[in-house]
């Protein structure tokens, strides 16, 4: 009996690494190839579209758009609306989440029933555009921010986790006369630092992937995101993908790699925040998951 259980458990072993395994080839192949044809010239890729290694050297794609000004304009906006809005999108979240979860604010199942009402009804994109219309905020980054200061699905999550924090402590600190904002901010907040982070990880790669509200508020190019931008090359210049002879214009720089070397430059730095995140990102959600 021993023996058919051992040799259970390693049938089920070698079927989720192989399942993981192909799960993972999968996930990193379309990033190596599109970092492998950013790396190439156009004729290499056309010889080999699947690539994985470039088989030669070409940065002339990278310089292309470091060189252009418009890639630095929109990199900052990416960046302003990257950090600036997740950091009032914590602080909101925080903000709203606390009061009801700790604060015994009058009213507070309705508000909550109003707030997660929205995860099933919004007000719609027309006259969402006229509120901000109407607020001034049109062809602004404020336009791109406002609109989604405040996650549901994140806001649960945090006061969900308020809820476990022991009563006692606040208790403690308030015989001593803090306020609620000492409170939150030196022992509540402190508490939820994992959490925070993957709030933080969640609200930040939405505002870097911020598309739909770039596209809709912004007109002016200076003001453009890297996602704006991104489609912009993408959706641009298709005459050059006529040339039936690539390597008679080796010199040319075609819309193919100009795409992958702006995909590369615009994942970049959530690749590389990422690690440095993923040891509370299983931890924060797990701890926002269960009431106690």
């Not at 990193?28 to 290694?53: E, G, R, T």
């Not at 606040?170 to 803090?178: L, M, N, R, V």
Request: aromatic share 14%.
């Amino acid at each position: 009996m021993q023996i058919r259980i051992a040799s259970a458990e390693r049938l089920f072993d070698w079927t989720n690494y192989t399942l993981l395994s192909l799960l993972g080839i999968v996930t990193l192949y379309p990033i190596l190839n599109v970092l492998a044809i950013s790396m190439s010239s156009y004729a290499a890729y056309v010889n080999s579209p699947l690539m994985v290694l470039p088989s030669e050297l070409n940065w002339d794609a990278y310089k292309q758009i470091f060189a252009n000004k418009l890639l630095l304009t929109s990199y900052r906006n990416t960046l302003l609306v990257c950090l600036g809005g997740t950091l009032l999108n914590v602080t909101v979240t925080v903000l709203t989440a606390y009061p009801l979860a700790k604060a015994k604010v009058r009213g507070d199942r309705a508000i909550m029933f109003f707030i997660v009402f929205t995860m099933l009804f919004s007000g719609g994109m027309i006259p969402t555009f006229l509120v901000v219309k109407g607020l001034h905020l049109y062809n602004s980054l404020w336009a791109v921010v406002l609109p989604t200061l405040i996650s549901t699905y994140n806001f649960i999550i945090v006061r969900t986790f308020f809820e476990t924090i022991p009563d006692s402590l606040e208790e403690s600190a308030k015989i001593d006369g803090a306020g609620h904002m000492y409170v939150l901010f030196k022992i509540v907040v402190p508490l939820s630092l994992p959490l925070m982070a993957t709030i933080c990880l969640f609200y930040g790669v939405a505002n870097w992937n911020r598309f739909f509200e770039a596209m809709l508020y912004l007109n002016d190019r200076d003001k453009w995101t890297l996602t704006i931008l991104l489609r912009e090359i993408i959706t641009e210049n298709t005459d050059l993908f006529s040339s039936t002879d690539p390597a008679a214009d080796s010199g040319r720089i075609y819309p193919k790699t100009l795409q992958c070397a702006t995909i590369i430059v615009t994942i970049l730095p959530i690749l590389f925040s990422y690690p440095f995140l993923q040891k509370y990102f299983i931890k924060g959600i797990m701890l926002g998951a269960v009431k106690q």
